[in-house]
C-alpha cells in the first residue's frame, strides 16, 4: 500500500506544473457507499473520503482520491425458552481504497463527467475506534495479501454555484482476488472548485 500512495504522490508531483498552467482543480470531501461482494453475500460499507484533481485541459482531470469505510454492524436474532432478544454485532471488516485516473468533463455551471481510474483496495479486519491517527496506522500497515487491484468506470455529475459546488458519483469499483468481483460505488459531497 505504501508503493501506491508514493505512486499517487510521485503522479501528482509530476503533473503539477501543468495543473498550475491550466489553473483549475479541485478538492473536495464525500461520504460513500460501498456494496462489496465477497462471494458468499454482498456487504454494505459507509465510509468517508476525500478527493483532489487537476485539469490537463478543459475536459480532462487527472483525479486522486482515497476513502476509508468504516467496519460493518450487523444483527443477529435468538430465540430462548423466555423470550427472543436481538444483539447488534461489529464485523471489524473495513476497506481502504485509493483510486487515480482521469475524469472526462463537460463545460458548464453542471458538469456531466465520466471517469476510469485505476487503484488499490485493502480489506482488512480491526476492533479500534475509528480515528485519523488509526487511520494513518491502517494505511501504513497495508499488507500485500490484504491488497487487490481495483478498476473503477464511473460516471457523475457536478453543479458549481461560483467556486463551491456538490458532486454525486456512481461506479463499479472492480475488484481481483481469487476472482473479478463487481462492487456498487456511490459517492456524495462538496467540492471546491479553484
Not at 13 to 18: D, K, S, V
Not at 25 to 43: M, S
Not at 154 to 161: P, T
Request: include cysteine; aromatic fraction near 14%.
Amino acid at each position: 500500500m505504501r508503493k501506491v500512495i508514493l505512486f499517487f504522490g510521485c503522479a501528482f508531483l509530476a503533473l503539477a506544473p501543468a495543473a498550475i498552467a491550466q489553473d483549475h482543480g479541485e478538492v473536495g470531501a464525500f461520504a460513500d457507499y460501498t456494496r462489496l461482494n465477497f462471494g458468499a453475500g454482498n456487504e454494505n460499507f459507509l465510509g468517508v473520503g476525500g478527493r483532489a484533481s487537476f485539469g490537463l485541459s478543459r475536459y480532462v482531470q487527472l483525479e486522486a482520491e482515497m476513502n476509508y469505510d468504516f467496519d460493518r454492524a450487523f444483527t443477529e436474532g435468538f430465540t430462548d425458552n423466555s423470550s427472543g432478544a436481538v444483539t447488534f454485532q461489529r464485523s471489524n471488516v473495513r476497506t481502504i481504497t485509493g483510486l487515480f485516473g482521469p475524469k472526462f468533463e463537460t463545460r458548464g455551471p453542471v458538469k456531466v463527467f465520466a471517469t476510469v481510474k485505476g487503484g488499490a483496495l485493502d480489506t482488512f479486519f480491526s476492533d479500534v475506534p475509528a480515528t485519523f491517527g488509526n487511520f494513518t496506522s491502517s494505511v501504513s500497515d497495508a499488507r500485500a495479501n490484504n491488497v487487490s487491484a481495483v478498476l473503477y468506470p464511473g460516471g457523475g455529475v457536478e453543479a458549481f454555484l461560483g467556486p463551491i459546488g456538490f458532486r454525486l458519483d456512481v461506479g463499479d469499483e472492480i475488484w481481483f482476488r481469487g476472482g473479478t468481483h463487481n462492487t456498487l460505488r456511490v459517492t456524495f459531497g462538496p467540492t471546491i472548485r479553484f
